[in-house]
């Protein structure tokens, strides 16, 4: 029985769709005005990993993930460069489809555009405001009455005191309550804008979440995604804007990934650490990546460093090199065999990919013993389902993948000040490095232990420090 964590709940809970084999998931998407960055890159993977699992397990889903095409950020983007917000998003969507395919990420069933609903989302406010729950201001915005929702504060576990006294925002006069959030903004000159019963103006964020959603999985379905910052108050807000205009529950299951920090700082412009999908698949394979992200709970906080990514390499290689040493045979998962059963408990926990890719290990290192083709198609199926070991191994070790975005359309200048791609130092090659702890390995086993360790004094000489685990042979650069 698959469990998964709930946010609304504070605890895991037994996974039981709404309707019995089916599922409907929402994951909200990217603002597209700029290049995608690494909390971006977790999203996908994450989701994608979910959708996956899901999948394999037997559900028929369907799986919708938004794209924002209006907003601020977007509007005084375009006026900057002074082009329509049309041609700014629909750039920076081929940019974010370029990175997503990249990274093995798959096409959600839908993928709405907020611009394209604007229709559901007046129907939304005008049900909203007939029930109560939405006003007029006197500035010409439409708001939402948080205090008149009775549940307000649900999803992140506050009252609205606790989220008054947390509020840093200047007072907005025209608002009943400083709480109160924005569902349709009167147009300002220049602004893009649609006719509304209000006059003129665009919805504002929150708006095309709840609109989009139940247009498209219904008013009331069993998983929303998102990244852990969306909690509050954009996530709080979805649930007050859908059950108050439809009653009732709105979402069973809550998702959120942790965030991403850079050598254990949280990931910001203004500390300069700052990275796109983009430039960090200029100096890594872009599987690797993959590997990296999925290689850590969904839910905890991923640490983004060269030597991270660097002993994300070593690991993914030696999955490759098991592949490359045993040849694997195509193989139909056999839900009862040992490892699968192992795999399948820890995906199960809260989609717990470390421990699912520990079971991987244990495979590579049986195909490597036995040197059987049957594990070592095991291995490669399993790795599927996780979106992993899909290149073949030369190719991987060839490092075709690894300058994937340099093939892409060159990164235009964006005045956002993004930090620079850290270059990593390379004195020794990775197929170098995987040659001698193989020859390493073969010393040890033949109880050659000071060949073993002049092999390791020699590496380390090198600039490569190498780590043995419970898993094999791990390495990074000094």
């Not at 609304?8 to 998407?29: D, H, N, T």
């Not at 609903?117 to 708001?143: F, P, W």
């Not at 509020?167 to 924005?182: C, G, I, M, N, Q």
């Not at 993914?316 to 040493?325: E, I, V």
Request: hydrophobic share 40%; proline share 4%; aromatic share 10%.
């Amino acid at each position: 029985m698959l469990k998964i964590y709930n946010t609304l709940a504070r605890r895991k809970q037994e996974f039981v769709p709404i309707e019995p084999g089916r599922v409907r998931m929402y994951v909200c998407g990217m603002t597209v005005y700029d290049y995608c960055h690494l909390g971006h890159a977790r999203v996908m993977v994450v989701f994608d990993m979910v959708q996956r699992w899901l999948r394999a397990c037997g559900y028929a889903l369907t799986y919708v993930r938004n794209i924002t095409d209006v907003d601020d950020k977007i509007i005084r983007r375009a006026l900057e460069r002074g082009e329509t917000i049309g041609e700014l998003t629909a750039r920076f969507i081929a940019y974010m489809d370029e990175d997503a395919a990249a990274l093995g990420v798959q096409k959600p069933d839908f993928e709405p555009r907020a611009t394209e609903h604007i229709g559901g989302m007046l129907d939304m406010i005008e049900t909203l405001q007939a029930k109560g729950l939405a006003y007029r201001g006197q500035s010409g915005d439409v708001n939402y009455a948080v205090r008149k929702f009775p549940g307000y504060g649900k999803l992140s576990g506050k009252t609205l005191d606790e989220l008054r006294a947390g509020e840093r925002v200047e007072a907005d006069p025209s608002k009943h309550d400083p709480l109160d959030f924005v569902l349709w903004k009167q147009a300002k000159a220049g602004e893009p804008a649609w006719p509304s019963p209000w006059g003129e103006g665009r919805p504002g964020w929150h708006i095309e979440c709840s609109a989009m959603s139940c247009e498209l999985l219904g008013v009331h379905f069993d998983i929303h995604g998102g990244g852990q910052d969306l909690q509050f108050p954009h996530h709080e807000n979805e649930i007050a804007q859908s059950e108050g205009a439809h009653g009732g529950a709105f979402v069973n299951y809550w998702m959120h990934n942790g965030f991403v920090r850079v050598d254990d700082e949280k990931m910001s412009k203004s500390l300069g650490n700052f990275f796109t999908i983009r430039e960090v698949l200029q100096q890594y394979d872009a599987e690797v990546v993959r590997f990296f992200i999925l290689r850590a709970h969904y839910r905890s906080p991923l640490n983004y460093s060269d030597q991270h990514l660097d002993d994300a390499k070593g690991a993914l290689t030696r999955l490759y090199t098991a592949l490359k040493n045993v040849p694997p045979q195509p193989v139909a998962i056999d839900w009862s065999d040992a490892y699968v059963e192992r795999f399948r408990e820890a995906m199960n926990d809260d989609f717990n990919t470390p421990e699912a890719m520990a079971v991987l290990f244990e495979l590579a290192a049986e195909a490597n013993r036995s040197k059987s083709a049957h594990t070592a198609g095991l291995l490669k199926a399993l790795g599927g389902i996780l979106g992993l070991l899909g290149q073949e191994p030369n190719a991987f070790f060839q490092g075709r993948g690894a300058t994937g975005a340099a093939r892409m359309e060159p990164m235009e200048a964006t005045g956002t000040g993004e930090a620079k791609a850290r270059t990593p130092s390379a004195t020794v090659s990775l197929e170098q490095i995987e040659q001698k702890i193989a020859e390493r390995a073969v010393a040890k086993k033949a109880k050659n232990y000071a060949e073993a360790d002049l092999i390791r004094k020699d590496l380390l000489a090198a600039g490569i420090v190498l780590e043995d685990t419970p898993q094999g042979t791990s390495w990074r650069r000094a």
